[in-house]
Structure formats: C-alpha cells, structure tokens
C-alpha cells in the first residue's frame, strides 16, 4: 500500500497562485497513475487532475483546466499540483491519490491509495 502525504495548503488570497506536493512511500512510485480530488466545505469530493505514470498524460477538470497543472517527478517519488488565479470556489481539502492502472481516469473509486489531505483557502 502507498502512503501518501500531502503538504502545502494554507491561506491564500484570490488571485494568487498555490503548489500543492504530494510524497508518495511504500511502493514503485513509477507504477502509479496519480490525481488530486478536492472536497469543498458541505460538498462531495471531486476530481481535480491526474497525470500518468510517466508524467506524459494529463487530465483535469472543466472547472480547473487552464489554471491547474499537475505534475511528478519519478525520481523524488512526487507529485504537484499547481493552480493559479485561485477563487474562493477553490476553498477545499486537496487529497492526493494513486491508481495502480494504466488509463488516466476521474473516477475515485480506481484510487487506491489516498492521503490524508492539504486544505486551502481562498480570501478575497
């Protein structure tokens, strides 16, 4: 099983920009499809963003397509997920999580393996 550890959450105002990191333990980091889901205060959780195992697919979001890029590096076991022009709308716990698959998908239920989560709030 992978463990997973996010950081970089905190206060952000709108408008600002965030990095997200997520360190991956326990396991061949390079075999893991990897996406980030967020949960907002009252609300389901939802996809974010994937990228696959080698760092040459992505998918994300229609709410956060060309503001958020996710991304790894198979040597430092990580995995980022970068978003700019923050909204409010962004407030949320950022989970990061890994699927064993080979096909980039949304759906959480692929998902494994799931860190315990960065939150981040937007300000205006």
């Known amino acids: 099983q992978l463990q997973l550890v996010e950081s970089g959450g905190g206060l952000v105002q709108a408008g600002d920009s965030v990095r997200l990191s997520c360190v991956a333990s326990?396991?061949?980091?390079?075999?893991?499809?990897f996406g980030w889901f967020r949960q907002a205060p009252g609300k389901e959780r939802d996809f974010v963003a994937s990228?696959?195992?080698?760092?040459?697919?992505?998918m994300y979001a229609d709410s956060v397509k060309g503001r958020a890029t996710i991304s790894r590096n198979n040597a430092e076991n990580t995995v980022w997920l970068h978003m700019s022009r923050l909204k409010a709308e962004d407030t949320a716990v950022y989970y990061c999580?890994?699927?064993?698959?080979?096909?980039?998908?949304?759906?959480?239920?692929?998902?494994?393996?799931w860190g315990q989560g960065t939150k981040v709030t937007v300000f205006s």
């Open positions: 999580a890994a699927e064993a698959g080979v096909d980039l998908t949304q759906q959480q239920k692929h998902y494994a393996d």
């Open positions: 990228i696959s195992r080698q760092g040459g697919g992505t």
């Open positions: 326990g396991g061949t980091f390079n075999t893991y499809i």
